[in-house]
């Protein structure tokens, strides 16, 4: 089975810097999808980011941006510039491409704080 | 686009009770539909999969008449929490599949509706 697995339960960062949140799955498919999804505190769960795992580029959308390691099973995110409203529980997410019932498999989390 | 709404957002009901929860695609058609039960400060826990026209898969230790799906179009589903005693109180979140091509940029993805607290007395 496919395991997800944050190790930061929390993390705080100034306005303005730089923080990189951890990911690590374990998986014996060679082609998935990783995610992450923000959740701030009216809980509304938002996609973030998204990797296909046979693009080697590192994706990424405005301030946010990825660390795909495929052959370390690692999948950090990485926030510049960081701002108040980054603030919120942050999950990674892993999905087979074919097969499994296209489930997602979460992490258990990591609490995002932003301090002026 | 890839817009997916709950209803209602919050219910207080009494033990022993039926509560139903709506989950609509707004934009889109969902063949598949995903219900997830959170609880405070904890990760999404996948309750099962709702495929439209057809019946639910659930997840190992979910109780299918605890708990019904019905997914009988493709922009909604809906899930019953038949009686209802606190211990079922949680968050209740779904999520609808975007297949690919269908909204721009979506490419396969699930996206979440707002949720629903529910609290059982």
């Known amino acids: 089975a496919q395991t997800v697995t944050q190790s930061q339960p929390e993390m705080s960062v100034q306005e303005a810097e730089t923080v990189t949140l951890s990911c690590t799955y374990d998986?014996?498919?060679?082609?998935?999808?990783l995610f992450w999804y923000k959740q701030p505190p009216s809980r509304q769960m938002i996609l973030v980011i998204r990797?296909?795992?046979?693009?080697?580029q590192n994706a990424t959308e405005n301030r946010f941006s990825v660390n795909f390691q495929k052959a370390a099973k690692s999948f950090s995110l990485k926030i510049s510039d960081s701002q108040l409203g980054d603030a919120a529980m942050y999950f990674c997410?892993?999905?087979?491409?074919?097969?499994?019932?296209?489930?997602?498999?979460f992490g258990t989390g990591t609490q995002l704080k932003v301090e002026l | 686009g890839a817009v997916v709404s709950q209803h209602p957002s919050w219910v207080i009901c009494k033990s022993g009770t039926s509560v139903k929860i709506e989950c609509r695609s707004l934009?889109?058609?969902?063949?598949?539909m995903f219900w997830y039960r959170q609880f405070p400060k904890q990760s999404l826990m996948l309750m099962a999969t709702?495929?439209?026209?057809?019946?639910?898969?659930?997840e190992q230790g979910v109780e299918k008449d605890k708990f019904l799906i019905n997914h009988a179009s493709l922009t909604l589903s809906t899930l019953t929490v038949t009686s209802a005693h606190p211990e079922d109180s949680s968050f209740y979140i779904c999520?609808?599949?975007?297949?690919?091509?269908?909204?721009?940029?979506?490419?396969?993805?699930?996206?979440f509706g707002p949720g629903t607290r529910l609290t059982v007395l």
């Open positions: 709702s495929n439209e026209g057809s019946k639910a898969t659930y």
């Open positions: 998986t014996s498919e060679s082609d998935y999808y």
């Open positions: 934009d889109f058609q969902a063949t598949t």
């Open positions: 990797q296909e795992a046979y693009k080697q």
């Open positions: 999520s609808a599949r975007v297949i690919g091509g269908r909204i721009r940029g979506s490419t396969d993805t699930q996206y």
């Open positions: 997410a892993y999905r087979r491409n074919t097969g499994g019932g296209n489930k997602l498999t």
